[in-house]
């Protein structure tokens, strides 16, 4: 039985016949309709994430399984003092799979070491989110045509965003990309990030105005700078307008640049982008079912 | 020149970093055994110019090693029997160490979950770098 932690958990190889499949999907839905009848996801998120839930439900209903769940840990035994290795085992009654979101870090790990049904990660504090990362990954091979081969734009909230340091790290097992980092001095990547991608001599630099370097980009991975990750207001404030891309902006680019955000947004991306071919962020959760239903596929060992 | 004088049975170890002896002292728990402790501080050292040196008379087994290379990898054990050195040991940084370190991460699930092991990994043997193996936090109290 496997359980999905971190996005490095997966070899490339094993990423490749995971996107694949996730490509089958979206060539021909119908055929994966009823591929999940009788199995039932369980979604237990201790922290409200909409966007991630209705994703695996999604993902899990086209497969024709069906969920249970909780959406917040005040509906859920934790309310209660119940501890994480008690709750998955009492889910592994219920359910044949478990997506989970929790605030603490670590904590599907430990549902994981307890469970008898795979446990997916859905999130864990600042630390990994790697369902995230194969979106993004699916997105960016369905688009590019390959996960290698790109400069790679890397924009915003790049200190606090897991999503950034998740999607480095399984990227940097690709060949030929370039990173730039465009972040004000307050929200650089962390220095052990840097310190990886020194030691596999991999290309990057870093920026604080989007302007200079937007022209050199095949891809641009904005973020939004997060209130909660920020220790008072006044900071927040100050940074959270910092980078914006706008049609101006996005004028100075390459015509096939490709636009990602692992969303939602702010206001980092003006609307007025939306409609320009080049933004690929709602492409980007569209994928993300795709992909999550691939993976409930290979996690239960469904084979269609 | 301080003298402390031999030991029958037991251990010796010598090239601790100047001034970790207490350290060492409350890892291996030596203030709760009843036996004979010798802490001689800031020795003089040809390698090391100032260094801490433990004699302690029991039983070799007694001794959790994992932890003695975690704390300081260099130190050397010398297992005495009949007043005479029978044994050099030296240690390697252990590949993990359970519930000797506290991960102090807020954020990690080992500060809400009860009876979880607080378990660190060696993810740098050169920079001798451990991480908690739930939350990756680096340990940075040594």
């Given at each position: 039985m496997r359980h999905l932690?971190?996005p490095?958990d997966f070899s490339t190889e094993e990423l490749d016949r995971l996107f694949d499949l996730a490509a089958r999907i979206e060539a021909d839905p119908a055929h994966f309709a009823h591929a999940c009848e009788g199995k039932i996801l369980a979604t ?8 991630t839930r209705l994703s695996f439900e999604s993902a899990m209903t086209r497969l024709g399984g069906r969920v249970i769940g ?22 592994s009654?219920y359910a044949d799979i478990c997506a ?15 469970s008898l049904i795979p446990v997916i990660n859905a ?7 790697p369902t995230q990362t194969l979106t993004d990954l699916m997105t960016?091979r369905s688009?590019?045509?390959?996960l ?135 492409k980007q959760a569209q994928y993300g079912v795709y992909v999550r239903m691939a993976l409930i596929l290979t996690l239960l060992e469904i084979e269609v | ?142």
């Amino acid at each position: 039985m496997r359980h999905l932690m971190s996005p490095l958990d997966f070899s490339t190889e094993e990423l490749d016949r995971l996107f694949d499949l996730a490509a089958r999907i979206e060539a021909d839905p119908a055929h994966f309709a009823h591929a999940c009848e009788g199995k039932i996801l369980a979604t237990c998120f201790y922290e409200p994430s909409t966007r991630t839930r209705l994703s695996f439900e999604s993902a899990m209903t086209r497969l024709g399984g069906r969920v249970i769940g909780f959406s917040d840990a005040n509906s859920s035994s934790a309310a209660k003092g119940e501890s994480v290795s008690d709750t998955i085992r009492v889910i592994s009654c219920y359910a044949d799979i478990c997506a989970m979101r929790h605030p603490k870090e670590g904590a599907p790990m430990v549902a994981a070491s307890r469970s008898l049904i795979p446990v997916i990660n859905a999130g864990d504090g600042g630390h990994q989110h790697p369902t995230q990362t194969l979106t993004d990954l699916m997105t960016i091979r369905s688009l590019h045509g390959s996960l290698g081969g790109y400069t790679i734009g890397l924009c915003g909230d790049l200190k606090f965003g897991r999503t950034v340091h998740s999607l480095i790290n399984a990227l940097s097992r690709y060949d030929d990309i370039r990173f730039v980092f465009i972040s004000p001095q307050e929200l650089r990547v962390p220095d052990y990030v840097m310190e990886m991608l020194r030691e596999k001599n991999i290309p990057y630099e870093e920026t604080i105005r989007l302007e200079d370097v937007i022209a050199d980009l095949d891809m641009l991975y904005m973020t939004r700078v997060q209130k909660e990750r920020f220790f008072n207001e006044e900071d927040y404030v100050r940074l959270k307008d910092f980078y914006i891309l706008d049609k101006n902006k996005l004028g100075l680019a390459k015509e096939d640049l490709i636009v990602l955000h692992p969303l939602p947004r702010v206001n980092e991306i003006s609307v007025e982008v939306d409609e320009d071919p080049r933004a690929a962020y709602f492409k980007q959760a569209q994928y993300g079912v795709y992909v999550r239903m691939a993976l409930i596929l290979t996690l239960l060992e469904i084979e269609v | 020149m301080l003298n402390v004088g031999k030991i029958e049975e037991g251990f010796v170890l010598d090239h601790i970093q100047a001034g970790k002896s207490m350290d060492i002292y409350e890892h291996l728990g030596l203030d709760k055994m009843d036996c004979t402790v010798a802490i001689i501080k800031n020795a003089r050292s040809k390698i090391m110019g100032k260094k801490d040196i433990l004699k302690v008379e029991c039983d070799i087994e007694t001794l959790d090693l994992d932890v003695l290379a975690f704390i300081d990898h260099n130190i050397t054990i010398n297992v005495i029997k009949n007043g005479e050195i029978v044994e050099k040991r030296v240690l390697s940084l252990p590949k993990e160490v359970k519930n000797v370190i506290r991960c102090h991460n807020p954020r990690c699930i080992t500060s809400i979950e009860q009876g979880l092991p607080h378990i660190f990994v060696l993810a740098d043997e050169e920079k001798e770098i451990y991480r908690c193996k739930y939350c990756e936090e680096k340990y940075s109290g040594k």
